[in-house]
């Protein structure tokens, strides 16, 4: 069956524009989880989805990124006014249900240059 | 310092070698331990997940995870050329949300020569 997706895989920013990522997780998994990859280092924790439910946001690095999943399956990571800190891979994961044992399974990933 | 300290290689074997990678972390509250694959410009992919101190065996892949020295370790048997990628150690407190916010080693590169 299809995996995560995301979209666009590419994006090429100037410094100061707003840029929209969308993810597509597995049908019917609950949680959803965006995570930004710098070059040469593991993900890091952004945010957390249980169904349209956002119940953690800890690792939003600044007011410039908010995230949504209005119904509960698409989601969309914005940033606004993007600067070259925020150059990286933005991962999206989602995983059946709420749990501890319940596997998460990564997209592609969307890779974002800001110049 | 990191929570989770990686050692990034690059790591560079011939096939059919005994590989050993590890991960040392800070965090006693970790409880959920993952070992993940990462293909050049793909997401990572899952290889094994242990729950507390012990072994896990599957396939060619045991994991072990030691919470007395804060030490995880994942050995790979028989080396292919196509387990080359990226290793990527991640951890996990347990959070009174029932999820895994996984927190993530910087990566082993792996290469296995012919």
């Known amino acids: 069956g299809a995996g995560v997706s995301q979209s666009p895989r590419y994006k090429v920013a100037k410094r100061g524009q707003d840029v929209a990522l969308r993810c597509d997780p597995i049908s019917g998994h609950v949680s959803l989880f965006w995570y930004q990859q710098a070059l040469g280092q593991g993900p890091e924790f952004l945010t957390y989805?249980?169904?349209?439910?956002?119940?953690?946001k800890s690792g939003l690095p600044s007011d410039r990124f908010f995230a949504e999943r209005p119904e509960g399956s698409v989601s969309t990571l914005k940033i606004q006014r993007t600067q070259q800190e925020d150059s990286a891979v933005y991962l999206c994961?989602?995983?059946?249900?709420?749990?501890?044992?319940?596997?998460?399974?990564f997209g592609p990933g969307t890779r974002l240059t800001v110049t | 310092q990191k929570e989770v300290e990686q050692d990034p290689g690059p790591l560079s074997v011939p096939e059919g070698a005994i590989v050993s990678l590890n991960c040392t972390y800070s965090n006693s509250a970790f409880q959920y331990f993952m070992w993940y694959r990462q293909y050049s410009r793909k997401g990572p992919e899952l290889l094994m997940y242990t729950y507390s101190s012990g072994n896990k065996e599957d396939g060619r892949f045991t994991a072990q995870v030691d919470k007395s020295s804060k030490y995880i370790s994942l050995f790979i048997r028989d080396s292919q050329p196509s387990d080359s990628a990226t290793y990527l150690c991640a951890m996990s407190p347990h959070l009174s949300g029932g999820y895994n916010k996984l927190i993530f080693g910087a990566g082993t590169r792996l290469a296995v020569h012919p």
């Open positions: 994961a989602s995983s059946l249900a709420q749990g501890f044992y319940y596997e998460q399974y």
């Open positions: 989805f249980q169904n349209e439910a956002q119940l953690d």
